[in-house]
């Protein structure tokens, strides 16, 4: 095992995809943690079908799609957050409106243009050797940025998790950390889209939560549970990927599914032991004393 990864860490394309990838995949289990409390997980899986869409339209007029997409899906994230608010369409269906219809655009724009190629299979599936040096630099740069405003902020961002209402009451300004925390999504999407790909990348969002909150019970504790168990697992498959020869997205998605159902196995063991104590001491408490009188005991 030592052998094999020091293998992989002799190329410099697979060095580059572990630092870019675990940097989004930190991002992406601390934003998962309030998105998936909020019931926006989902958004997640939208706004990678608008990057896609926005990256095909990139691709056909040969402009750098980093540039294109990212200002795309952050205006598209206030979108599906304004439509939500405002409209009859709410939640779940105005995502699956507008991720369909980027995702339609996309496809008909490539097919008028360079048809299904590498580039676009790498964008929907996701491909380690599309992380150029500059895509690095840009990636890290984003990382670093999202990473950094989680934590100056991590106190808003708690209050308006739990309790928006009672948040806004109190004077935070809810509807602006809410569109804070869609703008961090839409650029961790996008910075993730090249090496999970448009299809995935809403796992790295919507997994490492689920998982940790298998186990934990505080919002501390999962937000931390949450990025250790990203970072592992984009690791693990990533080593799985170079092991086997399998795609790097969806050996990262493998590892995230066994971390699931590791810790949902922990948790339900874990209450089930709790859960005995209590059962006898109410049995105990319940049952009638033989010295009662049977009035009584009835």
Do not use: W
């Not at 889209?193 to 969002?205: E, F, P, T, V």
């Not at 168990?229 to 092991?243: I, P, T, Y």
């Not at 949902?264 to 874990?270: D, E, H, M, T, Y």
């Not at 104590?277 to 009638?288: A, L, N, Q, T, V």
Request: glycine residues 8%; proline residues 2%; charged residues 10%.
């Amino acid at each position: 095992m030592l052998e094999l990864i020091s293998q992989m860490f002799s190329y410099g394309f697979l060095n580059r995809a572990l630092l870019v990838g675990m940097l989004v995949a930190l991002c992406s289990a601390l934003l998962g943690v309030s998105l998936v409390l909020k019931r926006y997980s989902m958004i997640g899986d939208g706004l990678s079908h608008v990057g896609f869409g926005a990256l095909s339209i990139a691709m056909a007029m040969r402009l750098a799609p980093l540039a294109v997409a990212a200002p795309v899906v952050v205006l598209a994230a206030f979108l599906l957050l304004r439509i939500s608010e405002n409209s009859r369409i709410k939640g779940d269906a105005a995502i699956a409106l507008i991720a369909s219809s980027s995702l339609a655009i996309g496809v008909i724009v490539t097919s008028l243009t360079s048809g299904m190629n590498t580039d676009v299979y790498g964008y929907l599936f996701g491909s380690i050797l599309a992380m150029g040096v500059g895509d690095v630099a840009a990636s890290v740069v984003l990382s670093a940025a999202v990473l950094l405003l989680f934590i100056l902020f991590y106190n808003k961002i708690f209050a308006i998790t739990f309790d928006e209402a009672f948040a806004q009451a109190t004077g935070v300004n809810a509807r602006g950390y809410t569109l804070l925390i869609a703008l961090l999504t839409a650029v961790t999407i996008v910075v993730g889209m090249r090496i999970m790909g448009a299809m995935l990348i809403s796992s790295l969002i919507i997994f490492p939560a689920l998982t940790s909150m298998r186990v934990c019970r505080s919002f501390k504790g999962v937000v931390i549970s949450s990025a250790l168990v990203s970072v592992v697992c984009f690791f693990c498959g990533m080593v799985a990927s170079f092991a086997f020869s399998t795609p790097a997205g969806a050996s990262i998605v493998a590892a995230n599914l066994v971390a699931f159902l590791l810790f949902a196995l922990v948790g339900a063991l874990r209450g089930r032991v709790l859960r005995r104590p209590e059962g006898r001491s109410k049995i105990r408490k319940d049952r009638p004393s033989s010295k009662e009188h049977p009035d009584q005991q009835r």
